[in-house]
């Protein structure tokens, strides 16, 4: 993932990776529309579940499991209630597992007694796989969480104001 | 596998001093929009976390916003021709 995005286009970077997905996603959930009632409220309720999913598919997919936060969220996604298919949920429940047992106490102290405690436990739970990182990894992922949040809210603001009439 | 004492898995063996997580929580001071500008000494690493977890509800929450009114717009337009205009304008920025 590029910093310092250059001024040009840059196919690679996240910021276009998310781009493309999330429009391709946004094509075929348009493309779902029933003739008849496309503008009822269950209707673009089930919209707006979908785009939302859509856009937080997107972004685990562009950043893949480069990140242990994307591996969460690619994990929740996949085991959603409403997918039934696929997935061999029993290596992807072991490796949970096995990540709980490293969590530390509830009160995460720095190695000279830095205390952080509530908030951490906060962050922990805002940030998806917070639950099993200790602080450095926590610290470190909630950084680039931060980082793809933004690049997705970008994103879906041109996107928006593009359709605004 | 790993020691009781030991926190990290990617340094083999020595352990997270707090000059390292010291430096995360200064770099995202510097990500979050109201703590930017400010010396990271007179901003306590308790109110870096907590400012964190506003920035992150904020910007789910304006996901969220975007999910809803990007859900309305659809309900009335095609996506599909409109698709490569759309990447060149988002990414000519």
Redesign the interface.
Known sequence: MNKYNPPR??PS?L??RF??RF??S??K??AK?PTAS??SPT???R??RR??VA?DKSMAYSVRSRRTWSRAMLWKLRTRPCCRRSVKTSTIVRKTRHEKQ?K?TTTTT???G?V??V??D??RE??PGGEAM????L??E??H???C??T??Q??????D???P | M?SRRS???QSSGS????D???D??S??QQ??PELRGRRSDKVS??KV??E??N???N??R???G???????????????S??AA???????E
């Open positions: 286009m840059n970077s910021r276009s781009a493309t429009l391709r946004l094509s959930i348009n529309k496309s503008s209707e673009i309720f919209r707006y785009i939302k856009a490293n530390n720095g190695e000279d830095v952080f405690g908030e951490a906060e962050l805002l940030v200790d602080l450095y990894n610290l470190d909630t950084a969480y931060i980082k949040l933004t997705q809210v994103v879906m603001k041109k996107i928006a593009f359709y605004s | 790993s926190r990290s898995r352990r997270i001093t707090d390292q997580i010291i995360l929580v770099k995202l990500l979050i690493a308790s976390l907590q964190t977890c920035y992150i509800r910007l789910h304006q996901v969220d975007l999910s809803d009114r990007l859900s309305q717009l659809l309900a009335s337009t095609d996506t599909d409109d698709q759309i990447i060149r304008s988002l990414l000519m």
